[in-house]
């Protein structure tokens, strides 16, 4: 019990305050529309990694070659990244009648972590083992490292966008364009390492 639950804390916290294209997507709508739309970005895992980890745990048991569907995902999610930071690029000073209309913060949110190769890598080579490890010797245990993986990589998160949030009126005028632009340059990085990655897997 005692290992399930610190190996839950552990990639749970690792997950939540790592770098990333979904923790990049957190700070940009935060800076752009408020901590609120980017609390929604933050919650994208508990809408997408169901059907996630149902996958990851079918290729895991049944499927010989995951590398050609990993590929693929990891380079539709390039694309999608590199969409991201063409938009972020081309921000400007938000308006504030204008937030709550344009952020699309949840969609937007599950787009990037349902394309993005990572959920599926760790459920497939780490998270995915360890709950059938745990689920042999009591489903309890498996629950229980669920729960608390995705209370702490969401909590996470979202003490990203609280942060973040609170440091909002630092950046105003150019700053904030600047600050985007910057961002877009870290998402079109992660672009551009997604599908290398793709690329890689598939050939």
Not at 44 to 64: G, S, Y
Not at 150 to 159: D, M, N, Q, R
Request: net charge positive.
């Amino acid at each position: 019990m005692t290992t399930i639950i610190l190996s839950g804390l552990t990639f749970g916290l690792s997950s939540g305050f790592s770098p990333g294209p979904l923790t990049t997507l957190v700070i940009s709508h935060t800076l752009a529309y408020g901590t609120r739309e980017g609390a929604k970005v933050a919650l994208a895992p508990l809408l997408t990694d169901l059907p996630i980890i149902a996958v990851a745990l079918t290729i895991l048991m049944h499927v010989a070659h995951s590398s050609t569907i990993l590929g693929a995902v990891s380079c539709i999610g390039g694309l999608f990244v590199l969409y991201l930071a063409y938009g972020s690029f081309r921000s400007q000073i938000p308006h504030p009648d204008h937030e709550a209309v344009q952020a699309h913060s949840v969609v937007k949110g599950v787009m990037v972590n349902f394309l993005s190769p990572n959920p599926y890598l760790f459920w497939m080579t780490v998270g995915g083992p360890l709950v059938i490890k745990a689920w042999t010797n009591s489903p309890r245990n498996a629950v229980i490292f669920i729960a608390l993986f995705y209370l702490c990589l969401v909590g996470g998160k979202i003490l990203i966008a609280h942060i973040t949030g609170k440091a909002r009126h630092l950046l105003t005028g150019k700053a904030y364009v600047y600050f985007m632009r910057f961002l877009a340059c870290v998402l079109l990085a992660y672009a551009g390492k997604l599908m290398y990655e793709g690329v890689g897997f598939l050939f």
